[in-house]
């Protein structure tokens, strides 16, 4: 009997690649803009991208199953382009992995007592064999992820939300200076988003570009609904000044965690924020893992096979967790490095590419459109556009930065 693969088993998986990136980096990178402006920023990111990534499945129809975003690119738009975004794919794949080995380690060390980079090295050999195995080894995975995700975070945030300070949430005082802090926000919120190295994948999974489109919307939005609860518990139990500390710390995980534990001052919930930070960060490792091995192995020509699947294992996982190794890094600063470098591949390619597609094949012809039209496309583009210039700007430090206050 044919089976088709749950929309909920791909929706968890969109998911777990969403929630490490955004969960842990997205209350450092909205401290300035705080609860208003942070969802109003995070909501406006979905929207685009969620179209961005219908884009890509719309301009996969008419290709066989399998053929990555390398391939697509390649039939698509040509050399040039396959070269900028293999080049901005590896790179964003490979900083979040690193961020996430990073930070793996570093909440080893301090939950556990464990070596930092002993306990890296065990962690990715151990999950990096899901991805070694099969997508519906990840896939299960990612369920269990989820669920464990769920349940920590709902054990840490429960006492959390019951004690949220309305004054301290609200922040009613300074909203109207919180505005301009949302535009260094956006690359960080494009990365909490950034699932379209795994749109072939669930192509590919659901051998069905409408059921997959389902499986990306669901996944967001299990993602911004996640996003929401925590913003709130974290900005309704500790105040605006408490992520001074936190920021000049680099933003990193264990640097909020350690904050929030001093402030909160309760065992128990101190112990299940740990929990669910380390299922966040595992269960987007997984996820990032996936969508980077399937596009390295179509970008090398890997055979699926144990040894091709080795081979794209070495190339997938050991770069990053020899820079995660040698060269530790905040982790907020380089969700920024990476969302910055992500509209490239989240924004301009899909872009472009439906562009291109729509011209050489008519859209009556396709099961399966973006929604808006050329509108959408143009949106995406400048979203892009703007959200890039804002990194760039905050580098140059021309936009407000909440720590230097």
Same mark, same amino acid.
């Given at each position: 009997?044919?089976?088709?693969?749950?929309?909920?088993?791909?929706?968890?998986?969109?998911?777990?690649?969403?929630?490490?990136?955004?969960?842990?980096?997205? =209350?450092?990178?909205?401290?300035?803009a705080?609860?208003?402006?942070?969802?109003?920023?995070?909501?406006?990111?979905?929207?685009?991208?969620l179209?961005?990534?219908?884009?890509?499945?719309?301009?996969?129809?008419?290709?066989p199953?399998?053929?990555?975003?390398?391939?697509?690119?390649?039939?698509?738009?040509?050399?040039?382009?396959?070269?900028?975004?293999?080049?901005?794919?590896?790179?964003? /794949?490979?900083?979040?992995?690193?961020?996430?080995?990073?930070?793996?380690?570093?909440?080893?060390?301090? $939950?556990?007592?464990?070596?930092?980079?002993?306990?890296?090295?065990?962690?990715?050999?151990?999950?990096?064999?899901?991805?070694?195995?099969?997508? %519906?080894?990840?896939?299960?995975?990612?369920?269990?992820?989820i669920?464990f995700? *769920?349940?920590?975070?709902?054990?840490?945030?429960?006492?959390?939300?019951?004690?949220?300070? $309305?004054?301290?949430?609200?922040?009613?005082?300074?909203?109207?200076?919180?505005?301009?802090?949302?535009?260094?926000?956006? =690359?960080?919120?494009?990365?909490?988003?950034?699932?379209?190295?795994?749109?072939?994948?669930?192509?590919?999974?659901?051998?069905?570009?409408?059921?997959?489109?389902?499986?990306?919307?669901w996944?967001?939005?299990?993602?911004?609904?996640? +996003?929401?609860?925590?913003?709130?518990?974290?900005? /309704?139990?500790?105040?605006?000044?408490?992520?001074?500390?936190?920021?000049?710390?680099?933003?990193?995980?264990?640097?909020?965690? /350690?904050?929030? /534990?001093?402030?909160?001052?309760?065992?128990?919930?101190?112990n299940?924020?740990?929990t669910?930070?380390?299922a966040?960060?595992l269960?987007?490792?997984?996820?990032?893992?996936?969508?980077?091995?399937?596009?390295?192995?179509?970008?090398f020509?890997? %055979?699926?096979?144990?040894?091709?699947?080795?081979?794209?294992?070495?190339?997938?996982?050991?770069?990053?967790?020899?820079?995660?190794?040698?060269? =530790?890094?905040?982790?907020?600063?380089? $969700?920024?490095?990476?969302?910055?470098?992500?509209?490239?591949?989240?924004?301009?390619?899909?872009?472009?590419l439906?562009l291109?597609?729509?011209?050489?094949?008519?859209? %009556?012809?396709? %099961?399966?459109?973006? =929604?808006g039209?050329?509108?959408?496309? +143009?949106?995406?583009?400048?979203?892009?556009?703007?959200?890039?210039?804002?990194? *760039?700007?905050?580098?140059?430090n021309?936009?407000?930065?909440?720590?230097?206050?």
């Amino acid at each position: 009997m044919n089976t088709h693969p749950s929309i909920l088993g791909g929706a968890c998986l969109i998911a777990n690649v969403c929630v490490g990136a955004g969960m842990l980096g997205l =209350p450092s990178a909205g401290a300035g803009a705080w609860i208003f402006w942070s969802l109003f920023a995070l909501i406006l990111t979905m929207s685009v991208l969620l179209l961005s990534g219908w884009m890509l499945l719309e301009a996969y129809q008419g290709l066989p199953f399998k053929v990555s975003f390398n391939t697509l690119t390649q039939h698509s738009l040509g050399t040039t382009w396959t070269i900028i975004n293999s080049i901005s794919v590896y790179f964003v /794949g490979a900083i979040l992995l690193y961020a996430y080995i990073s930070s793996l380690g570093g909440l080893a060390e301090s $939950i556990l007592g464990f070596n930092s980079k002993i306990s890296a090295i065990v962690l990715v050999l151990f999950f990096s064999a899901f991805v070694w195995h099969s997508t %519906k080894a990840v896939e299960r995975i990612s369920l269990i992820f989820i669920v464990f995700l *769920i349940s920590s975070f709902l054990l840490g945030t429960t006492d959390l939300l019951s004690n949220v300070n $309305i004054n301290t949430l609200l922040n009613l005082d300074e909203k109207a200076h919180n505005a301009p802090y949302a535009l260094a926000m956006f =690359p960080v919120a494009l990365t909490a988003f950034g699932y379209h190295h795994s749109v072939s994948t669930m192509r590919d999974h659901y051998q069905d570009e409408s059921r997959a489109k389902y499986a990306l919307f669901w996944g967001v939005l299990i993602a911004l609904g996640l +996003y929401t609860i925590w913003l709130i518990s974290v900005y /309704g139990n500790l105040s605006r000044p408490h992520f001074m500390v936190i920021n000049e710390a680099g933003g990193n995980v264990d640097a909020l965690l /350690g904050v929030m /534990g001093t402030v909160l001052n309760t065992q128990h919930i101190e112990n299940a924020l740990h929990t669910f930070s380390v299922a966040a960060i595992l269960s987007s490792f997984v996820g990032v893992g996936l969508g980077m091995f399937d596009f390295l192995a179509d970008l090398f020509g890997f %055979k699926d096979s144990r040894t091709g699947r080795a081979n794209t294992w070495l190339v997938t996982f050991i770069p990053p967790l020899l820079m995660s190794l040698a060269l =530790p890094f905040g982790f907020v600063v380089a $969700i920024g490095y990476a969302g910055a470098i992500a509209t490239i591949w989240a924004c301009f390619i899909p872009a472009l590419l439906v562009l291109k597609k729509r011209q050489q094949r008519p859209e %009556k012809e396709d %099961k399966f459109k973006t =929604p808006g039209g050329q509108f959408s496309v +143009y949106l995406v583009i400048v979203f892009g556009a703007l959200t890039a210039l804002f990194h *760039i700007l905050n580098m140059l430090n021309v936009l407000p930065q909440y720590s230097s206050l």
